[in-house]
């Protein structure tokens, strides 16, 4: 019966002796007079089994065959590894060759650049690192829906299409079935304009305004024309949003999801990790270590900003009350000021979305971003505008269409409660657990401004 090499590698000492079938890609192969060596990955772990086969086996002459991304089967018993680089390795009872490889076969045995690995974002998975990264997304997928599951959570899914822009940033891809767009929307589709969601926010608060506690986990699309690392057209976002709870609440929450994934990957990819910490950034364990135990920093934004214009740092976007925090500035908060992540709260409110709670000084919103080093923003939140007639004019103010947010209005008007919510980046939580720079190479095929291949 097939077995994972992932299996053979952390089994015990009882493994030895046993008949085991391996099937996989080929990652190295060295020819010796008496006998070869095989390499072979089947994704289940970042090291490969190490496979011999002697030159007296009738299947020796398969060996010529083969090369490097061939997928074969192994079948063979597991024997103690005389070498120091694995505990275990096969010996080659029978090659099944599954299909061959050529020699133009792109992954060749040498580390390639991220930047040619985007060009083949089809293969990439097949390296160390693409293997290690999608290994590493897989557990904090799986242990960010067990989080607030154990949370009593529930998982909400929300339409991709939409009519509304929840952000109100005017970055919407438009959805439409007519040939030409300078029609009426009325004739479209849907009989109005319509466009992919930046965000499942407002739908998810109508669950919680009934559901208590809620979280959606699904893709999101930005029309932004950013060039920058780490900005994607289609990203993941995992958006929970809480009933009967303010913006300390939202904080607490936001704040022990980030550190359960930064423990989630030091506990479950440990080999993944080691690596990461190798070759992409020293001292990345340590990193994650210090978010698990330490608390976040939490600080105004109007602190923030005399923090900023105390510093003696040149930024190139000038420090002012009421101008957004660039990435500079919020990088200079939390990887040289305090050094750990950093929750900025109360930013103006012409700075945020419509739908964000004015706090008493009539300035600011009750709006928190989470800043941590090497990215800056990872997580955007607030408490949401609870009062009907406030939440209208907050609406009429933004000069939106009333009548696309009567919906929502509804749910201030039947049983209206204080709830608050937020969404995580689920690219730049991957850039954070792994010191990936570049948000391109942390999802399995990227979009971006100007690239949608594969
Ligand atoms: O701060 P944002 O825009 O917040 C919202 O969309 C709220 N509706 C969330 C909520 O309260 N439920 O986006 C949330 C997070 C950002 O902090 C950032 O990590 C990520 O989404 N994000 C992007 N990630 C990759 N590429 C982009 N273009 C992104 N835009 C935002
Ligand atoms: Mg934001």
Not at 121 to 142: D, E
Not at 346 to 373: H, R, S, W
Request: hydrophobic residues 40%.
């Amino acid at each position: 019966m097939r077995i994972k090499i992932k299996k053979i590698l952390k089994s015990d000492e009882s493994i030895v002796g046993k008949k085991v079938k391996v099937c996989g890609w080929i990652k190295t192969i060295r020819e010796q007079k008496s006998f070869a060596f095989i390499e072979i990955n089947d994704g289940s772990s970042l090291a490969n089994l190490q496979a011999i086969i002697e030159s007296s086996n009738d299947d020796f002459r398969k060996v010529l065959e083969i090369s490097i991304g061939a997928s074969v089967c192994l079948d063979g018993e597991t024997v103690k590894s005389p070498g120091k680089n694995q505990k275990f390795e096969l010996k080659i009872d029978k090659i099944t060759i599954i299909g061959l490889s050529t020699e133009d076969y792109p992954l060749q045995k040498k580390r390639h650049s991220f930047e040619y690995l985007r060009t083949i974002s089809h293969l990439r998975c097949r390296t160390n690192m693409g293997g290690a990264v999608t290994r590493v997304r897989n557990s904090l997928v799986y242990h960010s829906h067990k989080f607030f599951q154990d949370r009593d959570f529930l998982y909400i899914q929300t339409p991709i299409i939409t009519a509304s822009d929840t952000e109100g940033a005017g970055e919407l891809f438009r959805v439409t079935t007519l040939d030409d767009l300078k029609k009426d929307p009325k004739e479209d589709f849907f009989k109005k304009a319509t466009f992919l969601t930046v965000s499942g926010q407002l739908n998810a608060e109508a669950f919680a305004c009934s559901m208590s506690d809620v979280y959606v986990f699904s893709p999101t699309f930005r029309a932004e024309n950013s060039h920058t690392s780490r900005h994607l057209a289609e990203f993941w976002m995992l958006e929970p949003e809480i009933a009967f709870a303010d913006l300390k609440d939202d904080i607490n929450l936001a704040s022990d999801y980030i550190k359960y994934m930064a423990k989630v990957a030091l506990d479950e990819n440990e080999d993944d990790l080691a690596f990461f910490d190798k070759f992409i950034e020293k001292g990345l364990i340590d990193r994650l270590k210090h978010v698990v135990d330490s608390p976040f920093e939490v600080i105004t934004y109007t602190e923030a900003i005399k923090i900023l214009e105390k510093s003696d740092q040149k930024f190139e976007f000038k420090v002012k009350w009421g101008s957004d925090l660039q990435s500079e500035h919020e990088r200079y908060l939390t990887e040289k000021h305090f050094n750990k992540p950093t929750v900025v709260i109360d930013y103006p409110k012409d700075l945020k979305a419509f739908y964000m709670k004015d706090n008493e000084d009539g300035k600011t919103v009750a709006a928190m971003d989470i800043l941590v080093p090497k990215i800056g923003e990872i997580v955007g939140g607030s408490q949401r505008e609870d009062n009907f007639d406030l939440l209208k004019q907050k609406i009429q103010n933004k000069n939106l269409d009333l009548e696309t947010y009567k919906w929502y209005l509804d749910l201030r008007k039947y049983g209206s409660v204080p709830h608050a919510g937020f969404g995580v980046g689920f690219e730049r939580l991957i850039q954070f657990v792994t010191g990936i720079e570049n948000i391109r190479d942390v999802i399995p095929f990227y979009r971006a401004a100007g690239a949608a291949d594969f």
